[in-house]
C-alpha cells in the first residue's frame, strides 16, 4: 500500500493564502480528495478531483496537483477554516484501497 | 439528502467483537453508485479507512485490519455493518460510516456520519 505524507501544523494570517500539502506515489495516478474536520465534528469533503468542490463549499478553496504532490488552497483565510485538513487518494497498487494522510492542523493568526 | 447514523456499543471488553452498524436514509443502498465505508480515528490521531462494501457484498478491506474485519450490507434494511474481532485498547476510536462514490476512477468519500465512540475497556 501507499502513503501520503501531510506537514502537521500549518499557519496563515488572517485574510492571506496558504497552501497545504500533500505528498505520494499514489498521486501520481489518482487525484487526492481533502477533508475539513473541526473540533468534534465529522469529517466535510471541500475539494474532490481535478479541482471540483462540492456545493457549499466556499470558493476560496481550491486544488491542484503536479507529480506525487497535492495541493490545497486557501484563498483569504477566514477564522472559521481553523481545523484539521485530510488529504486522501486511492492506493497506487490498482485495486480498490484508499489511504489518508496524517492530516494538517492549520491555524488561522 | 443523504444521511448516514451509525450505532452501537459505546464500549466494549478486550478480546471481544465489536459489532456497528450504518443506517442511510435519503437514497438507497442497493445503487450501483456507491461504495459504502467505515472509517475511524482514535482520539487525538488521524483518520484510518478500514474497508468498503458494494451493494453486491464484494469488500475491500485495510490490508492491516484485514485478519480482524468483516463488513455486510442487509439491503432489505439499507444498512450496513462492522465487525471487528479480538479488539484492544488501539481499537478505542470514534468509528464513522461513510459514502463513498467512483468518481472518474477516485474515490472520493461525499457523505459522512456523525460518528460512534467505542472505547476497548475492562
Known amino acids: 500500500s501507499s502513503e501520503l505524507t501531510q506537514d502537521p501544523a500549518v499557519s496563515v494570517a488572517l485574510g492571506q493564502t496558504v497552501r497545504i500539502t500533500c505528498q505520494g506515489d499514489s498521486l501520481r495516478s489518482y487525484y487526492a480528495s481533502w477533508y475539513q474536520q473541526k473540533p468534534g465534528q465529522a469529517p466535510v469533503l471541500v475539494i474532490y478531483g481535478k479541482n471540483n468542490r462540492p456545493s457549499g463549499i466556499p470558493d476560496r478553496f481550491s486544488g491542484s496537483s503536479s507529480g506525487n504532490t497535492a495541493s490545497l488552497t486557501i484563498t483569504g483565510a477566514q477564522a472559521e477554516d481553523e481545523a484539521d485538513y485530510y488529504c486522501n487518494s486511492r492506493d497506487s497498487s490498482g485495486n480498490h484501497l484508499t489511504v489518508f494522510g496524517g492530516g494538517t492542523k492549520l491555524t488561522v493568526l | 439528502q443523504v444521511q448516514l447514523q451509525e450505532s452501537g456499543p459505546g464500549l466494549v471488553k478486550p478480546s471481544q467483537t465489536l459489532s456497528l452498524t450504518c443506517t442511510v436514509s435519503?437514497?438507497?443502498?442497493?445503487?450501483?453508485?456507491?461504495?459504502w465505508s467505515w472509517i475511524r480515528q482514535p482520539p487525538g490521531k488521524g483518520l484510518e479507512w478500514i474497508g468498503y462494501i458494494y451493494y453486491s457484498g464484494s469488500t475491500y478491506y485495510n490490508p492491516s485490519l484485514k485478519s480482524r474485519v468483516t463488513i455486510s450490507v442487509d439491503t432489505s434494511k439499507n444498512q450496513f455493518s462492522l465487525k471487528l474481532s479480538s479488539v484492544t485498547a488501539a481499537d478505542t476510536a470514534v468509528y464513522y460510516c461513510?459514502?463513498?462514490?467512483?468518481?472518474?476512477?477516485?474515490?472520493?468519500?461525499?457523505?459522512w456520519g456523525q460518528g460512534n465512540l467505542v472505547t476497548v475497556s475492562s
Open positions: 461513510a459514502r463513498v462514490r467512483n468518481d472518474y476512477g477516485d474515490l472520493v468519500i461525499d457523505y
Open positions: 435519503g437514497g438507497s443502498i442497493s445503487s450501483g453508485d456507491y461504495y
